[in-house]
Nanobody, 120 residues
């Protein structure tokens, strides 16, 4: 089992960029697919992007595909989310999560979240 800690959130103007990091403890990080999710105020948590165990495959949702980039460094037990051209609707708490299977329900280990606020 891994434990996850996100960092890198903050306040940014529309059009700006942020890079989120998710540091994992434990020796089994490379055996987990990793994902980023977000939850905006008053909305349900939504899937943003995911990356396979060794980083060969990535998945994105909708418009975020052209603006967000997920990557991982297994030597550092860290997964990243580079967010470019941020929009006010990207404002949310961003969570990283670890998955041991192919389904969204397989994400069972979560970080505490990091707040991203995009001002217009």
């Amino acid at each position: 089992q891994v434990q996850l800690v996100e960092s890198g959130g903050g306040l940014v103007q529309a059009g700006g960029s942020l890079r989120l990091s998710c540091a994992a403890s434990g020796r089994t990080f490379s055996t987990y697919a990793m994902g980023w999710f977000r939850q905006a105020p008053g909305k349900e948590r939504e899937f943003v992007t995911a990356i396979s165990t060794v980083g060969l495959t990535t998945y994105y949702v909708g418009s975020m595909k052209s603006r967000f980039i997920i990557s991982r460094d297994n030597a550092k037990n860290t997964v990243y989310l580079q967010m470019n051209n941020l929009k006010p609707e990207d404002t949310a708490v961003y969570y990283c999560a670890a998955s041991s299977g192919p389904a969204l329900s397989d994400y069972k280990t979560w970080g505490q979240g990091t707040q991203v606020t995009v001002s217009s």
